[in-house]
Nanobody, 118 residues
């Protein structure tokens, strides 16, 4: 059974930082591209960033570039999203996604709420 479990969300003041984690089980984690998405109230789901199976060349949405960093630890089956200089517009539910397009594998976590507010 595949599980992706996000943690680390919460309430933070503008300018603050949070680190989200996503622990995977039931998959060969090191073979998956890992993605972080977010969905703000009343908006569609947005791709925040992507990291390849080997951890090289993360890509980011323009809205978070320079503030967010994706990393992964294949030994721990975990992907991270370090979020710095948070803004109110970063408020959303953040979702972890594991994808292997070649095999049509696509799995999602349950999401974790991030609220940026004073």
């Amino acid at each position: 059974q595949v599980q992706l479990v996000e943690s680390g969300g919460g309430l933070v003041q503008p300018g603050g930082s949070l680190r989200l984690s996503c622990a995977a089980s039931g998959i060969t984690f090191s073979t998956y591209t890992m993605n972080w998405y977010r969905q703000a109230p009343g908006k569609g789901r947005e791709l925040v960033g992507t990291i390849t199976s080997t951890g090289g060349r993360p890509n980011y949405a323009d809205s978070v570039k320079g503030r967010f960093t994706i990393s992964r630890d294949n030994a721990k089956n975990t992907v991270y999203l370090q979020m710095n200089s948070l803004k109110p517009e970063d408020t959303a539910v953040y979702y972890c996604n594991a994808r292997r397009m070649l095999y049509n594998n696509d799995y999602w976590g349950q999401g974790t709420q991030v609220t940026v507010s004073s």
